[in-house]
């Protein structure tokens, strides 16, 4: 897809040792985390992440993200395995928090600690606490919500349908919040505010997929627990190919190379699927998606510091279609488009976020190296397409022109648990379930996979979002 090793990973542990950074030969003052012991991921073992012979372009992006922020966290540095995607997420992420926009900057961290709380990522709930304080928010909101002001607090019904169950968000929720009174919301502080929760709960799911450690700095005082209370506590595995190899992990590969040819064939031989059978393979896929669920999801109770900024904690993801439930109507991809109707109600919201969150969505999902596992040469589009695609599906969401059955044949189910865990109840994420799937592929076209991830769920929640914002507005 994906790639034959890092072609550039993050620099290594020297480059960011001490306590103090140094700008043009002074001693700035400012803490640098060493890179030093367990590493960034609980997942991925550390030599896979800080080799030698960075290029040039990691090691600038590596620098700016320092100089901004004091820092180079354990998120910037497994995203280092994809330096291109790194620079379109890092320059998305400094223009909602840092630039201008209609949210007072210490609002904006506070939304984030509301939204990463929601599933329960006390390492995202502690950093931005921490940022939080630095911009000069008032500390007796991080006693808890109730502590915050009620406009925050209003935000609470779509911080919690957003993350869990996007399909139910109407206009009447984007009325409630801009009507009329001292606590109302402008168009373009929800807006801001809209995209600032899909993102924070979308990051959540990558720090769970890919077993983000707390920061060395993080001591516990803001709450930097590890990343899941599912994760196992053994070190990440030494093995390079991401999990147990051995004939059976080499037979996958072989097995999925396989089926992507024969697909690609017949889609040369074919003269096509009839809508009728494209809808009934949608509806197959949408009903199997309810078998697929972990066989460990234990239930495990919150951490003070984060049930202080979650109200009814026991709403969480539901599936969009239950036996035996009216289900709501499938989202149909083309009546509501990012391209024709998101983004151009962002853009003209909130400038400018528009264009980085296209190129964002673009470049994850066009991002191959044209190679799997220890193949080269391979067009991965058709699995990158099925990965975006299903975990649309499980929110509901359908493209009439795609045949699902790809996804069932391109998609192991160990892939699916995972895929689904990830992106609809991160926080249930163990290290068994990472280790599982695609057993002979490298650790770095795991972490691309939750980077599909982490921008197929956004999308999704966004588009929910807009279209109701949309309906308001009309």
């Known amino acids: ?25 002074e001693d700035t003052g400012v803490r640098v985390p060493q890179q030093l012991g367990k590493g960034p991921s609980a997942f991925i073992p550390l030599g896979e992440i800080l080799q030698e012979g960075v290029e040039s372009s990691l090691r600038q992006l590596l620098i700016e993200a320092f100089v901004s922020a004091g820092r180079v966290d354990n998120i910037t540095m497994v995203m280092g395995l994809h330096p291109q995607y790194l620079s379109s997420f890092w320059k998305t992420q ?27 990522c006390s390492y995202l709930v502690g950093l931005h606490m921490e940022e939080f304080l630095r911009v000069g928010g008032n500390p007796a909101w991080l006693q808890g919500l109730h502590y915050a002001p009620q406009k925050l607090r209003n ?14 968000i109407t206009k009447e929720h984007i009325e409630a919040l ?49 990343p899941s209370p599912h994760s196992d506590s053994s070190p990440a595995s030494d093995d390079s190919m991401g999990g147990s190899g051995g004939k059976d992990a080499m037979q ?5 190379m396989e089926r992507m040819k024969l697909l690609q064939e017949s889609q040369l031989e074919e003269e096509g699927v009839t809508q009728e059978e494209m809808a009934t393979r949608f509806e197959l896929e949408k009903t199997e998606s309810l078998l697929v669920a972990p066989s460990d999801l234990a239930d495990h109770s919150l951490q003070s510091n984060v049930l202080c900024f979650v109200e009814d904690p026991e709403f969480s993801y539901k599936d969009f279609t239950r036996r035996g439930e009216q289900a709501p109507p499938t989202f149909h991809a083309q009546d509501y488009t990012w391209e024709d109707h998101g983004y151009s109600l962002i853009n003209r919201l909130y400038p400018d976020v528009g264009q980085l969150l296209d190129e964002k969505f673009q470049v994850v999902y066009n991002l191959t190296y044209n190679t799997i596992a220890m193949h ?17 599906c499980v929110f509901g969401i359908r493209y009439d022109d795609y045949d699902y059955g790809e996804v069932n044949q391109l998609l192991e189910r160990s892939l699916k648990v995972y895929i689904k865990t990830v992106a609809c109840y991160p926080e249930k994420t163990t290290k068994r379930m990472y280790t599982q799937f695609w057993r002979h592929f490298k650790h770095s076209e795991k972490v691309h996979i939750n980077l599909l991830l982490l921008e197929a769920r956004m999308q999704a929640a966004l588009l929910y979002a807009l279209r109701a914002v949309t309906r308001y507005m009309t």
């Not at 935000?155 to 139910?168: Q, S, Y």
């Not at 450690?213 to 803001?222: I, L, M, R, W």
């Not at 996958?252 to 999925?256: C, N, P, R, Y």
């Open 1 to 25: 897809m994906l790639l034959a090793g890092s072609p550039c990973p993050p620099a290594g542990p020297e480059e960011y040792r001490g306590c103090g950074a140094r700008r043009g030969g």
């Open 94 to 120: 400094y223009l909602l928090l840092r630039m201008d926009g209609p949210l007072p900057y210490h609002k904006r961290h506070y939304i984030a600690i509301m939204a990463a709380a929601r599933h329960q």
């Open 155 to 168: 935000l609470n019904e779509i911080n919690k349908l957003l993350a869990h169950r996007p399909w139910l």
């Open 178 to 226: 801009l009507k009329t009174g001292e606590n109302s919301w402008s168009l373009a502080e929800l807006v801001q505010a809209l995209v600032l929760l899909t993102h924070y709960h979308s990051l959540a799911s990558f720090v769970f997929g890919c077993g983000i450690n707390p920061e060395e700095d993080q001591d516990g005082g803001h709450g930097c627990w590890p």
């Open 252 to 256: 996958e590969v072989e097995v999925l």
């Open 376 to 392: 080269c040469g391979v067009d991965t589009s058709m699995l990158r397409r099925a990965i975006w695609n299903y975990v649309h």
